[in-house]
C-alpha cells in the first residue's frame, strides 16, 4: 500500500537540506557576522528635550550608542537603499557600460544650420 499524504500539497519524500555544509559568514559579505546591536541595561541620564540612548549598533568592532530616533533612520535609510538597488537593477543602470554616460558627444544648431555648441574636439 503507497503512503498517502494528509493534504494535496504535501510532499511524499522529505526535502534534503545541506546540513553537513558548514556556515560561512562570508558568503554574505565581510561585515556580516560583526553586525550586532547591545542593549544598553539601564537608560543613560537624559538632558531635557533628548532622547536617551537605548543600545549601541556594533558595526566591525566600532560602536556607535544610538537613541530610538537613530534606529528608525538607520533602518529607513537602508530599506531605501536596497530599494533603490532593486530599481536600477531592474532599469539596467548596474550593467556595465550603463548608468549615467559621461563622454556623450554632442553638437547643437541654430535653425540656420550654423553649430551653436559641441564637446567633440578636432
Not at 503507497?2 to 500539497?9: E, I, V
Not at 528635550?49 to 537602508?78: C, S, Y
Request: aromatic residues 8%; proline residues 5%.
Amino acid at each position: 500500500m503507497q503512503h498517502q499524504p494528509k493534504h494535496k500539497f504535501n510532499k511524499a519524500r522529505t526535502t534534503n537540506h545541506h546540513t553537513k555544509k558548514p556556515f560561512d559568514p562570508t558568503r554574505y559579505g565581510k561585515l556580516w557576522g560583526g553586525i550586532t546591536f547591545e542593549l544598553l541595561p539601564e537608560p543613560m541620564y537624559v538632558e531635557t528635550g533628548k532622547q536617551p540612548v537605548i543600545g549601541a549598533l556594533v558595526i566591525d568592532n566600532k560602536k556607535h550608542e544610538i537613541t530610538w530616533a537613530e534606529t528608525n533612520r538607520i533602518i529607513e535609510q537602508l530599506y531605501d537603499g536596497q530599494h533603490r538597488h532593486n530599481v536600477a537593477k531592474r532599469l539596467g543602470m548596474l550593467d556595465k557600460g550603463s548608468g549615467t554616460a559621461r563622454d556623450i558627444q554632442f553638437t547643437t544648431y541654430d535653425s540656420d544650420g550654423n553649430v551653436t555648441a559641441t564637446n567633440i574636439k578636432n
